[in-house]
Each structure stands twice: as structure tokens, then as C-alpha cells.
């Protein structure tokens, strides 16, 4: 507060020192000089402001000290303010006068910093607190959260105090904070017909948005999303795949009936040829060929004892596409949770962005509504007025551009989601770091070997290739089958009215040496595949280790950054408070409040992007290392 108090005396100082300093140098006519010679006008004033200043600063908590300076310099503010209260007078009549007739250049003193000082200079001891309550502020929005305790930005990006585990302790795990539990409501879940096609504009018009937290969105996204629910139907299909394999270890049944009911041809031409035989007629015999019904049926039973290990094989590699659909599943799971994650922090900053940007416009236009007033009094100009109307419509510009931006981000979430057409949605979890990583980089890229799926999943295919490429080769190996088969037939015009039976027991073996050189030229293709997964799982295993460093490098970096614009936003803050006190002073620039908003809102968005970086950073490295649930 004295440090405060001490500022707006300093700006005090300096005003008088250039209003006396200009108004020396008017000319007979009573208009004053150019603004750029008043610098050279008050160089003791501007000394002893500054000493005034960098002592206080650095004593800001010994008012004996502070009144020590003002005691030493007491005498040269009080001669220079006789001197200068002598054109008071003149001074207020000149500002009385219609723009018409002066049009001032530079600023008007503020009398109320000539009272501060003489408060610090009769009651040292006792701090005017209202003083400094009644000097305008910066319009700062309220924050989600608290901001975190701020540390003095290092050289070097910090790094959390790690531990190498050692055998029989338990692997430390990342922390992360935790998000709202409450399941995500029932209506949120995506409609069960897949095939519903909206037809009317009240079918897709958003009714309403719901707040859900990370937690929520993602138990919604694995709920609902197509993505994941078609590699489910895949992994599915894998095990449909596998029981037909396995079906070989078992024999094939199959019955056969038939009623049958013919008449032959030949044995049609043989009678009519008998019946004109002289015999037929001198005896006057005659033949004929009857038809006959019968009824047949038959069961049998085939089993291949032997096949050179092609079933073996296949039902291998049937096994190994299984646990290649799992381990799509859960690369698509693990995906999907660092997709939503994403969506959700973007849309985050996204609102954030609004946020900052509309307090970027009630800064704006207070100093819009400052600058006129000063106009209005004759103490500032026109362009003054035309630069905060262009720093409005940039910031209102902003806002504009941060809410499309945020509408866009929530669909994005929405599709992401699959919601139901008529339902948005937006985030309920402030703004905050999630958590920390505990993990050395080290144990964090062995631990990322060990867990992820893309590395199993070539090691897996690998295994496929190998056991198609046995039962590419089986082809060219003997096979041995059984076959049992019991038959019936039953002839309706035959004179035994009994049913035959018969049975059938054969042993089959077939061996092919030579097929053309197909099954050398399939084992050759599952050999060249094997070797790219073997190629494949190198290159994946560099991916993981470069996306655990990126993650891991981008989280220690962003955890520095938060620091830094913590402490750069109090500072910005600070900043736009002293520009609006010198500029109704009227030591500042206009220029200066509108450089001080910018870095205003600068930081503002440089913390919050620091904040969403080293969320989205903390998501990332969790899926490089995989298996690593929020908790």
C-alpha cells in the first residue's frame, strides 16, 4: 500500500514539474511549445522522482525511511510548487475556454497527487488506505479457480523430485485431480436406432446445453462413440472367426435321405424289343417295365485324423487375430480417451478465450468513456478518442472471433460425444492443472514398453504371419481322413416288404508333391510379413519413446510456463493500474492504457493457454504410456 501511495506521489511530482516546465515556455500569444522540449525542461524533478521512487520501492514497509525522503527532497517539492501554484489560475481559465479558442497538447495535473504527498509529508507514520481505495482500477474478470502459488521463473524448466523404483516396491503412478463422479445422465446417450435420418428442422434444432464435467464425457464417449462401438463388432466378429477354427478339432456328421420313384429307359426298350420277338408272339408273351419307389437314407461320419499341422495353424493365427482385435479395442479406447480429453480442454480455453476477450471490451470501453471525458474537459484530443474506438472494435472483434470459436469447440465435443441432435454441451471443471506426474522419463518410456498396445499388436501379427505361413506349406504334406457311413434302403415293389441296411468304413490318405509352386509362393508372403511387423514394431517402439519425451518435455515446460504467467498476470494487472492513474494524472499517454490492456489480455490468455498445455500435455503422456486411468 505504501508502495502504492509512493507511486502516485512520484506521478504527482513529475506532472507539476512538466506543466510548470511547459507553461515557462509559452509564447506571448499564452499557446504553449511542442510537448517533445518538456523532457529537457525538469531534469531535477525527474531526478528526485526517481530517487524518490527507487528508494521507496525498495523500503516499502519502513515509513521512517520514507520519511526520510521525503524530508530530504521536502524542500525542492515545496519551492517548485509555489512557483507552479502561481498559474493555477491561468491554468484553470485556459482549460475553462471552448476547444475553439486552446487547444491544449499536453495533459493537466492532477491536484490530488500534490495532497498525497503532503499527507506522506505531515502523518508518515499513518498510510492513507482510501486514497489509494478511491484511485480506479482494472476491470480483471473473475478466474474459474484461485490462481496457484507463483514461483520465481527458474532458468531451467522445474522438475518434479522423482524416485527410481527399486525391486519389491511398488511403481509410483501419476496423480491427477479429480473430476466430478456423478454419472453423466441417461439423456445424454446416443439414440438406438443408428439409422435414425432427421427429416425436419425441429429434429436438429438444439434445444438446450448441459455442463458435464471430463469425468462425464468420457464414461459418454465410451458409451456412445461409433468409433469404438465398431471395433467392438470387429472384435466379435475375430471370435466368430475363432470358433469356426476350432471347429476342425471336432468330425462332421451329415445325414442323407432320399424317396426315390423311376423307371428306366433301356429297360423300357428291352421289353418293347422282346415283345416283338417271334417268341412273344407265337407264345404270346408280353414284358413289361414297371416303375419302382423306393426310400433311402444314409448317415456318415468324416474326421481328418491328419493334416500336416494346417488346423493347428489355423487355429493359432484365428486365436492371435483375437487378441489383435482386443488390442485394436483398447488402442481405440485409449485413443478415444485422449480425443475427448482434448475436445473437452479446447473447448475450455475456447470459453476462457470469451471470458478474457469480454473484459478485453469492459477495459476498453472504460478507457473509451476515460478518453471522452477528457476530451470533453479539454484535457485530452481527438485522436486520443479515435485510438480507443479502433482498441474497442479490435477487442469486440476478438470476442467476436473467441465465440465462434467456442460454439465450434462444443459441436466438436458434441459429434464426439454422439449426443442426441438437439443437445449441447459445455464444461463444468474450472480451469485448473489436472495432476502431476511423479514418474522419472526414464521409468516413464520403460513403463510405456511395457503397456502399449501398438507394440504387442505387431508382435501379435507377427505371430499371425508364422502360423499362416505353416499352413501355407501344409498344402504340400500328406493327409489322412476316416470316414464311417450306415445306409437304408426300402423298395416298395419288391416282394420283400423288409428295410435293407448297409455300412461303409474307408480310410483315406492324399498326399500332393507338386501343386505348381503355390503353397512355397503363399509361405513367401507370410514370410515378407513377418518381417514388416518385425520392421513395424522398431518403428513404433521410436514413436513411443519420442511421444513419451514430447509429452514428458511439453509437461515440464508448461508447469514452468504456469508459474511465470501467474506472476506476469498480477504484474499486467498492476501495470494497466498505474497506466490509468497516470493518464488521469495526466503524466500518461492514452497509448500507454491501451499497451497496458493488451498485455493485460495477453497474459491473461498466455496463462490460460499454460494452464490447457500442461492439461493437454498430462493427457498426452498419459496415453503414450497407456493403461494409466485419471484418477
Known sequence: MFLHLIQVGVGALIAFGSVGAAYSQTSPSGQPQKRSNLAAQSPPLKTIAATFEGEAASTPTKPVTIVRIVQTFGGSVQKVSAERAKKVPSLLAEAKKPRSETKPTIAQPSFEGAKIVEVFANEPQKASDSAVAQTPKPVTPPRSTPLPPSNPPASSPRTPATTTPTPGTPTPTPTTSKSDPTPAPAYLNSPANPLLFPTRPDEVRLAGTQLISLQQAIELSERNNRDLEVVRLQLESSRAALREAQATLYPTVGLQSSLNRSQSASGDISAKVQAQSPQSQLFGASSTNPPSTSLSGAIQLN???????????????????VRAAELTVEQTREQLRLDTTTDYYNLQSANEQVRINQAAVINAQRSLSDTQAQERAGLGTRFDVLRSQVQLANAQQQLTNAIATQGINRRQLA??????????????????????????????????????????????????????????????????????????LKSFEAPVKDVGNGYTLALQAQWNFFDGGAAQARAAQQERNKEIAESRFAQSRNNVRFQVEQAY??????????????????????????ARLRFQAGVGTQTDVINAETDLTRAEGNRVSAIIGYNLSLAQLQRAVSNIAAR
Open 303 to 321: 474326421y481328418d485324423i491328419f493334416t500336416s499341422g494346417r488346423n493347428s495353424a489355423q487355429r493359432k493365427a484365428a486365436e492371435r487375430l
Open 415 to 488: 459429434v464426439r460425444l454422439s449426443l442426441p441432435e438437439s443437445l449441447n454441451v459445455s464444461t463444468s471443471d474450472p480451469v485448473q492443472p489436472a495432476g502431476t506426474w511423479g514418474l522419472p522419463i526414464e521409468d516413464t518410456i520403460v513403463l510405456a514398453y511395457k503397456n502399449r498396445a501398438e507394440l504387442e499388436t505387431q508382435l501379435v501379427q507377427r505371430e499371425v504371419s508364422e502360423q499362416q505361413r505353416r499352413a501355407a506349406l501344409a498344402a504340400l504334406g500328406p493327409t489322412v481322413s476316416a470316414t464311417a457311413s450306415y445306409n437304408l
Open 553 to 578: 518435455t511439453n509437461l515440464q515446460a508448461n508447469r514452468a510456463n504456469i508459474d511465470t504467467t501467474t506472476t506476469a498476470l498480477g504484474q499486467a494487472a498492476e501495470a494497466l493500474r498505474l
